[in-house]
């Protein structure tokens, strides 16, 4: 039996390994959130359902700013949600705002090799 996949939790000191270092093998969609913010709340279970389905092709990782605010800073956050999708150790193209699941997997596909 295959366990689900997860949304997996980043902050400055793992996000190198986890997301930087990752993205050179596979898309690593890193979603910039916030506890208060309700976009990002409905968010959540529309990333965990694309991360359960991934078949490891991509990650989902999530980065809690108000936790993070200096990764949040180093990447510019402005809005909530923040999508950052980064391949080969750089941030390769970025939304703001609650996306469907059918427009984020449109961006990661464009990345899968």
């Known amino acids: 039996m295959t366990h689900p ?3 997996i939790e980043v902050d400055i000191d793992n996000f190198a390994v986890k997301v930087l270092a990752k993205s050179k093998e596979l898309p690593v969609l890193v979603d910039f959130t916030a506890d208060w913010c309700a976009p990002c ?3 959540t ?3 965990n359902k694309m991360a359960n389905n991934s078949h490891g092709e ?3 990782a999530k980065v809690d700013t108000d936790e993070q605010q200096k990764l949040a800073g180093q ?3 402005r809005g909530f949600p ?3 999708l980064f391949r080969h150790g750089k941030v390769v ?3 703001t705002g609650a996306k469907s699941e059918k427009i984020l997997r449109e ?3 464009r990345h899968i090799d």
């Open 5 to 7: 996949l997860k949304v």
């Open 41 to 43: 709340r409905f968010m």
């Open 45 to 47: 279970p529309v990333l």
């Open 58 to 60: 991509f990650i989902i």
């Open 75 to 77: 990447y510019g956050i």
């Open 82 to 84: 923040t999508f950052k």
């Open 93 to 95: 193209e970025e939304m």
């Open 107 to 109: 961006m990661i596909n």
